[in-house]
């Protein structure tokens, strides 16, 4: 009887020692970390030994679900594994240098997962440590979940470029990575914020400097009307990130007009995608109707959220 063969993998590197955020990746290094991707999705049960015996160390300064989930889940199905450090109570950098803790942990483990209120932080730990970083959220990017999302997309679309994603909300973590992987993949990407909370203009500047190599278009406004008509997919996160809790009640009325619901949706193309990197506030950021509605994807990207991630220690820690 012919048995059928698991999906190739082509582990060669990336150009890259860590992926700290999306911008410093080539276009090639995210279409094969697409194809990577899709091959352990298909082969889940065949590709299970990938990263034997390999150690990655999760260090993280917020909470977290489904970048702990999938970051330890990722390594037990490569047939490694992952020990958890909980830095909630002490930032990174505090009890010693964090040149020092990266100065320890390439001696035991292959690869590193953090999770930093300060962008720096990673850098710091990425140039100190000889062994892959991964940025697993940021004050600045979080390049795993946009690469969830576009990958996400692909499957939905077949190909992403030329599509618009129209991203409403703050102009966070969460909108940086999406803005730097649409320009690198070609796809158009609006951003729709109230005044004062739009995106980091030296991430739209690079981005529009990219934009022009690969034919993506970026645009920043202000008005939610005028972002949703016509979009592929409606994109939102939360109005105050992990950090700016004392906030709440301030953005809540700032970003009242922002939410995203039926009339929102309607504005976008029949059959446009509903997205959010969770956690999800119902009633706040997006309607229930809409976030459990027919043009919700939000548990497709985080399923592939494990998926992206293995793709990702895959390549990096091999
Ligand atoms: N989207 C995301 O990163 O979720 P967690 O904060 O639960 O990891
Ligand atoms: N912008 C959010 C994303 C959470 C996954 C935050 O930083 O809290």
């Not at 489904?66 to 330890?72: M, S, W």
């Not at 979009?231 to 992990?242: L, Q, R």
Request: glycine share 6%; aromatic share 6%.
């Amino acid at each position: 009887m012919k048995t059928k063969s698991p999906p190739a993998l082509d582990l060669s590197p990336l150009s890259q020692k860590d992926l700290l955020c999306t911008s410093s990746l080539q276009t090639a290094d995210i279409e094969r970390i697409f194809a990577t991707t899709r091959a352990l999705k298909t082969g889940r049960a065949v590709h299970t030994e990938v990263l034997r015996h390999k150690r990655l160390a999760m260090i993280f300064e917020k909470d977290s679900l489904r970048t702990r989930f999938t970051f330890d889940i990722g390594m037990q199905d490569l047939g490694g594994s992952a020990v958890f450090m909980d830095h909630r109570d002490a930032r990174l950098g505090s009890r010693e240098s964090v040149k020092d803790v990266a100065k320890n942990l390439e001696r035991w483990v292959h690869g590193i997962v953090a999770r930093t209120f300060k962008h720096k932080a990673m850098e710091e730990l990425a140039h100190h440590a000889g062994i892959p970083v991964i940025n697993g959220l940021s004050d600045l990017v979080h390049p795993c979940q946009a690469l969830s999302d576009f990958f996400t997309l692909t499957e939905k679309w077949g190909s992403v470029r030329g599509r618009t994603l129209t991203y409403v909300g703050d102009g966070n973590n969460t909108c940086h990575a999406l803005i730097h992987t649409a320009v690198k993949l070609g796809t158009n990407i609006r951003v729709c914020s109230p005044e004062g909370y739009e995106p980091n203009s030296r991430v739209v500047n690079e981005a529009m400097r990219v934009a022009s190599e690969t034919g993506a278009e970026v645009t920043i406004l202000n008005d939610p009307v005028a972002a949703a008509e016509g979009a592929d997919a409606i994109y939102t996160d939360v109005w105050a990130s992990m950090g700016q809790e004392d906030e709440i009640a301030e953005r809540n009325g700032v970003f009242a007009s922002y939410q995203i619901d039926d009339d929102m949706m309607a504005r976008a193309l029949p059959g446009a995608l509903f997205m959010h990197c969770l956690p999800a506030h119902r009633g706040w950021e997006v309607t229930q109707e809409v976030m459990d509605g027919p043009q919700s994807v939000v548990y497709d990207i985080a399923e592939n959220r494990l998926h992206v991630q293995k793709a990702i220690l895959a390549l990096l820690l091999r």
